[in-house]
């Protein structure tokens, strides 16, 4: 079976496919699926407009939005993105969101990678940078071990399933 994507960044077990309509539904079904909500800043359903708006901030290169799929299902497996660019520092801001099915394989690592190579060595960044909930041990871990260290945590910062959670800013400076 062929591609069902055109692959903008390849890796060995992941593509990056830029976001485009045909992705919709998949995305909608990412970003409103409570176990990758938990991880994520979202408070309201995502709905159609949400992802247009994704799609035209892309079209106004307010941020980059990559479908990462899995290469041995040619399947989307989640997202990655920049955003909040800093031309003038040189920084932006780092999201991922990986399916439940498609955790603890590699593929978030890999896309994180991937993505710190493109916006170091074709954008021209300097600086990378994220938030993650200190309860996200596994994400911690990851962006540790990519290099990404932490600059400091917002205690008790967001409300999450009736608790107050502490976010830690983590940062990746160009070598």
């Known amino acids: 079976m062929g591609k069902k994507y055109i692959c ?3 890796g ?11 992705y919709s539904e998949f995305m909608l ?18 709905l ?10 892309n079209l106004d290169k307010k941020e980059i939005t990559l479908i990462i799929v899995d290469k041995s299902s040619d399947n989307p497996a989640g997202f990655i993105k920049l955003d909040e660019f800093s031309w003038a520092n040189g920084r932006a801001m780092i999201t991922i969101a990986l399916m439940p099915e498609f955790q603890n394989m590699g593929l978030g690592k890999e896309a994180t ?3 710190i190579k493109y916006a ?4 021209g960044l300097r ?16 962006y540790k071990n990519l290099g990404f260290v932490i600059e400091g945590e917002y205690k ?10 502490t976010l830690i800013f983590m940062s990746l400076l160009k070598k």
């Not at 060995?12 to 045909?22: G, P, V």
């Not at 170091?120 to 954008?123: D, I, K």
């Not at 600086?127 to 990851?142: D, G, I, R, S, T």
């Open 8 to 10: 903008f960044i390849s």
């Open 12 to 22: 060995d077990k992941i593509d990056l496919a830029a976001i485009s309509r045909e």
């Open 29 to 46: 079904q990412l970003l409103n699926n409570p176990p990758v909500r938990h991880y994520l800043a979202n408070r309201y359903p995502i």
């Open 48 to 57: 159609d407009d949400n992802i247009e708006n994704i799609i035209k901030d």
């Open 113 to 115: 990678n991937l993505i």
């Open 120 to 123: 170091f060595n074709t954008l």
């Open 127 to 142: 600086k990378l940078c994220l938030e993650v909930y200190a309860f996200n041990k596994n994400a911690v871990k990851m």
């Open 156 to 165: 008790n910062h967001s409300l999450k399933d009736g608790k107050y959670h």
